[in-house]
């Protein structure tokens, strides 16, 4: 596996690094404080083509490689994760259209995904849990003529109200278990369909996380996506990518941590003239900072390379566990490292702190995944354990 950045790849990680240090980083602090949209940004972030690197020629993408697009997430989480985090979320959602989709939704979506003129959202938790959706999923979809009427609630939607498009879970056959839930496209103007509560969260404020409501909204019957039943496939390609895009912004996150912990240390005296820096514990704790960084960001460029076998690829949602606990681990260490300004507003480590556990709540559950993975490397079934 050959890690040396092509020169594109340089090109690319230099821009949006250059682009987070001097528009992201300067508003991150007021996007946390008044949970704003970073609108502006993700405008001017499509004129940078961010959102068509993965898409390809044919719908106005660039058709470049995953590495590419987790070079420029993380240099943007170093700015702001909650940029970030809209950006992967909306990433994941159309690659799940261009997977599944058929030629009529792609290339009525697609298009307008690839030059960030909308955005997406993917919709699965609901109110009554969103770990065990498999077997929880109430919303449902019931075939009327040539449309479904989707009837439920979905919660903690990212890009929520912003979004143009949701690829909303429903389902649509209850004696099927998980082969009879299937995915819907659904447009944010379609009648029946609405923003509940937007939650004040912990970190990743930028983000809106969102109830969607769905009260007899009538959507056309092309637009499921995919087949009836595929939702487990639609939801580990939306998964799979997500969860490198969020493994990108914890890396991200996490190596600003660490730069401004650095920078800290070097100026902080303690017993003039030494400075923290020249404390053995901090000199140790700073490389156990930086090996954890470039494990967790090597790591997730791995786990996006083409599998050697297809089907259910773990990888990415591998380098996502690790990703995310290690961010929250750096971002601890960093504030443990500042001592009592590390927990001041003084500082963004404490929204770094923040925006690293929301980071670990988003998509897909962890604690759940972990159980999930377990499953697919002993070669289990997914299901719960066999009964006599
Ligand atoms: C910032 C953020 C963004 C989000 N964005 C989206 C989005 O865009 N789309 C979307 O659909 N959802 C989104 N979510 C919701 C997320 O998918 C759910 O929060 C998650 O699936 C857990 O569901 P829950 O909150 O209902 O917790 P519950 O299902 O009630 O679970 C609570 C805890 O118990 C654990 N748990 C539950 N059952 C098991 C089990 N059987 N084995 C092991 N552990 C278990 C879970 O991992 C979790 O930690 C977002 C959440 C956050 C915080």
Known sequence: MDFILSEEQQMIKKTFAEY????????AEEIDNKSLFPREILKKMAELDIFAILLPPAFGGLGRQRVDFLLAVEEIAKGSASVAACLSASTAASFCILAFGTDEQKNKYLPSLANGEMLASFALAEPGGGANWTQTTSTRAVLDGDSYVINGSKVFISNAGEAGVYIVV???DPAKG??????????KDTPGFSIGTVEKKLGLRGDPTAE????????????????????????????????????????????????????????????????????DVVQSTITEMAIAV????????????????????????????????MAIDVTGKAI?????YGCTIDFPLERYFRDAKTLFMAPPAMTMIKSIIGKILLGVPLGPPPKK
């Not at 998980?178 to 447009?187: D, L, Y």
């Not at 390609?237 to 990108?248: E, I, K, M, S």
């Not at 800290?264 to 030494?274: D, F, N, Q």
């Open 20 to 27: 987070s240090v001097n528009e992201i980083a300067p508003v």
């Open 170 to 172: 429903a389902r649509t």
């Open 178 to 187: 998980p082969g009879g839930i299937s995915a819907f496209i659904v447009e």
């Open 212 to 279: 969607l409501l769905l009260d007899n909204c009538r959507v056309p019957k092309q637009n499921m996506l995919g087949q009836e039943g595929d939702v487990m496939k639609i939801a580990f390609a939306n998964g799979g990518l997500d969860c490198a895009g969020q493994a990108a912004a914890a890396v991200g996150l996490a190596q600003a941590a660490l730069d401004e912990t650095k920078t800290y240390v070097k100026e902080r005296t303690v017993v003039a003239p030494s400075t923290l820096a020249n404390i």
């Open 294 to 325: 470039e494990s967790a960001r090597y790591y997730n460029y791995g786990s996006v390379m083409p599998p050697e076998k297809p089907g259910m690829d773990p990888r990415p949602l591998m380098a996502a566990i690790q990703a995310k606990e």
């Open 336 to 340: 443990t490292l500042l001592g009592g």
